[in-house]
Nanobody, 116 residues
Framework: QVQLVESGGGLVQAGGSLRLSCVVSGSTFRFNSMGWYRQAPGKERELVARITTSGATNYADSVKGRFTISRDNAKKTVYLQMNSLKPEDSAVYFC??????????WGQGTQVTVSS
């Protein structure tokens, strides 16, 4: 059974940076496209970044130029580097399997809070 475990969230001042990690176990990770989502209180969950098996990336307009998604297949880990953070980036961040084996699997989330 696949498991996704996120880490790296925390409290940071506006303009700061955080790096989120998501370790995937129980899956053939290299065959998975992966995504990072976020959900703020009272808002719908939104996809902020995704990366394909070949390393192609896409970003939500709200994070373009500030966030970078990457993957390390040897470590079965997907990362989200978040720079120039804004208070509106505050949310619980989740990683998810977008395609391939175990599609639709989710992690438990990690809280990111950006203070103004």
């Amino acid at each position: 059974q696949v498991q996704l475990v996120e880490s790296g969230g925390g409290l940071v001042q506006a303009g700061g940076s955080l790096r989120l990690s998501c370790v995937v176990s129980g899956s053939t990770f290299r065959f998975n496209s992966m995504g990072w989502y976020r959900q703020a209180p009272g808002k719908e969950r939104e996809l902020v970044a995704r990366i394909t098996t070949s390393g192609a990336t896409n970003y939500a307009d709200s994070v373009k130029g500030r966030f970078t998604i990457s993957r390390d297949n040897a470590k079965k880990t997907v990362y989200l580097q978040m720079n120039s953070l804004k208070p509106e980036d505050s949310a619980v961040y989740f990683c998810s399997v977008l395609s391939g084996p175990s599609v639709g699997s989710w992690g438990q989330g990690t809280q990111v809070t950006v203070s103004s």
